[in-house]
């Protein structure tokens, strides 16, 4: 899976819990989840439940703490895979 | 000085007609909303029927925000938001954009037995199979009994009181009379009331344990629920919503709002769990003392009740029942005022039973009509040795009605009447 195909997986994944009145045109990779994209800060949870399943890999607690852009979370799913070759 | 209280605002979402419009016609033409579950057979329960509000062709996204539906494995609270929601625009009410202040004047009190039992179902699973990190963000919400409230006081804006009562079958109606207190002491403007209850066989399992439920109707479900009949033989299980808006007479009058009828007062109390009354049944005493408190509340005499909804179960307790409302109004044979169940149309929608026969009564009393009874043409002896035949309406008929009262009566020995007038100006 290249770059680009990960950003696109965890944008739809990122695209579900955005607020009806947020356009999934909002989501860059910069993106602040909460602040920017107004996603409910106990939606992360969700997402990274989504994430693990969707990469096949296992996110802790400390990893959520640093997850604040999209970015941030293409990072850790980076991280984690990489652990895992 | 103390505020008038009128409802204004009514939805439904019940076992025999989802929406004002569909129920209204199936408690008209008496329409029953109880069938057979394959998977209650499955299961293997005695009584394998229920009633369940059939929300199929609904869409959601009508009632839900898109991340709200994501895993939304909640029935009660499905039910509870629609007939919520549905209250509210009947009202004439717009429901509030995401940004701007609270309503401070509006408040929500939206009762329930216990929620999100599927939800819950699957959290456990989850949690025993030491998998509690991926619960997911929407166990709590789903799951905690004033999810409801917390829904619909979230959709509405609500900056008043917003809270879920239980106590069981008397919830509903016990919500109303919360509401109108409220409004009544000038503490809120307008109130969002009613209850709910989850469908299943979760929130069913109990009751069949108990051996309440009838046994022998599994092929003729719609004939099952009996009430005030000498073949009663339990009460079938149902689940739904009903929610009412309530609101002062001013803001009504000043909104040109439509006005369904008038809440003169009521009386919730319990009985102690003695002189017969016990965690299941009734304390005859209290139950009287519970009607009359209520018709001294509204001040009326009760030659001045026209009909009554009974909580009528359709268990043996039915005639117990009827000897309660004869012996605290002091009325029987003819004098006595109408009498009907809605629990013959839908069974006993436990927590939201109250509520949703509430939209009934608050239905009759607009269309001066009354809903005929369901499945008693055989009533039971005693019943005749206190109240006319005459009295208990097989059909639906029109008829002139001021005042109704309407009662529930739950587990935990509580209960909760309610006088409605029509409003007149």
């Given at each position: 899976m290249n770059e680009k195909e990960k950003y696109q997986k965890l944008k739809t994944i990122v695209e579900t819990y955005l607020p009806d009145d947020v356009s999934v045109d909002a989501i860059a990779a910069e993106s602040n989840f909460t602040t920017e994209l107004n996603i409910n800060s106990a939606n992360l949870v969700d997402i990274v439940l989504d994430v693990e399943d969707a990469f096949d890999i296992r996110l802790e607690n400390e990893d959520m703490d640093g997850m604040q852009t999209v970015q941030d979370a293409l990072t850790i799913i980076n991280t984690k895979i990489a652990e895992k070759a | 000085m103390k505020n008038r209280v009128v409802v204004t605002g009514l939805g439904v979402c019940a076992p025999n007609g989802v929406g004002l419009s569909g129920f209204e016609t199936a408690m008209t033409k008496g329409i029953s909303g109880i069938s057979f579950h394959e998977q209650l057979k499955k299961l293997i329960f005695s009584c394998q029927i229920a009633g369940k509000p059939n929300i199929e062709d609904v869409d959601l996204n009508n009632y839900f925000t898109k991340v709200q539906l994501k895993g939304l494995?909640?029935?009660?609270?499905?039910?509870?938001?629609?007939?919520?929601?549905?209250?509210?625009?009947?009202?004439?009410?717009?429901?509030?954009?995401?940004?701007?202040?609270?309503?401070?004047?509006?408040?929500?009190?939206?009762?329930?037995?216990?929620?999100?039992?599927?939800?819950?179902?699957?959290?456990?699973?989850?949690?025993?199979?030491?998998?509690?990190?991926?619960?997911?963000?929407?166990?709590?919400?789903?799951?905690?009994?004033?999810?409801?409230?917390?829904?619909?006081?979230?959709?509405?804006?609500?900056?008043?009181?917003?809270?879920?009562?239980?106590?069981?079958?008397?919830?509903?109606?016990?919500?109303?009379?919360?509401?109108?207190?409220?409004?009544?002491?000038?503490?809120?403007?307008?109130?969002?009331?009613?209850?709910?209850?989850?469908?299943?066989?979760y929130v069913w399992g109990g009751f069949d344990a108990m051996r309440i439920l009838p046994r022998n109707y599994n092929d003729d479900p719609t004939s099952a629920s009996r009430p005030m009949s000498a073949s009663a033989s339990g009460f079938v299980p149902g689940s739904g919503a009903g929610a009412l808006v309530l609101e002062s007479l001013e803001s009504a009058l000043a909104r040109g709002a439509t006005i369904y009828g008038e809440i003169l007062g009521g009386n919730s109390n319990s009985g102690g769990q003695r002189s017969g009354g016990s965690m299941t049944a009734p304390n005859s005493m209290a139950v009287q003392r519970c009607i009359r408190a209520a018709m001294a509340n509204a001040n009326i005499l009760p030659e001045a009740i026209d009909t009554i909804n009974g909580h009528l179960t359709a268990t043996t307790k039915d005639p117990a029942e009827i000897q309660n409302w004869s012996q605290a109004l002091g009325l029987k044979g003819e004098d006595f005022p109408m009498i009907n169940s809605f629990k013959g149309h839908f069974g006993h929608c436990l927590a939201a039973a109250g509520s949703i026969e509430c939209v009934a009564v608050l239905l009759q009393l607009k269309n001066q009509r009354l809903y005929g009874n369901l499945n008693c043409n055989d009533i039971h002896p005693d019943i005749l040795n206190t109240i006319a035949e005459t009295r208990i309406p097989k059909k639906t008929m029109d008829y002139p009605i001021k005042i109704s009262a309407k009662a529930s009566f739950g587990f935990g020995d509580v209960n909760a009447c309610i006088i409605f007038s029509r409003y007149t100006s």
């Open positions: - | 494995d909640a029935s009660g609270l499905v039910y509870g938001v629609m007939a919520g929601k549905d209250a509210w625009r009947d009202a004439g009410l717009h429901t509030p954009d995401t940004d701007g202040d609270p309503d401070w004047d509006t408040g929500v009190i939206f009762g329930t037995g216990i929620l999100g039992v599927d939800k819950f179902r699957d959290a456990i699973y989850k949690v025993d199979a030491g998998d509690v990190r991926r619960l997911g963000s929407t166990a709590v919400i789903q799951t905690m009994a004033s999810g409801i409230s917390a829904f619909l006081g979230g959709i509405l804006a609500a900056g008043n009181l917003v809270t879920t009562n239980s106590s069981a079958c008397t919830t509903g109606t016990e919500a109303i009379l919360m509401g109108y207190e409220r409004i009544r002491s000038g503490q809120a403007v307008r109130m969002l009331v009613g209850s709910c209850s989850d469908s299943g066989p």
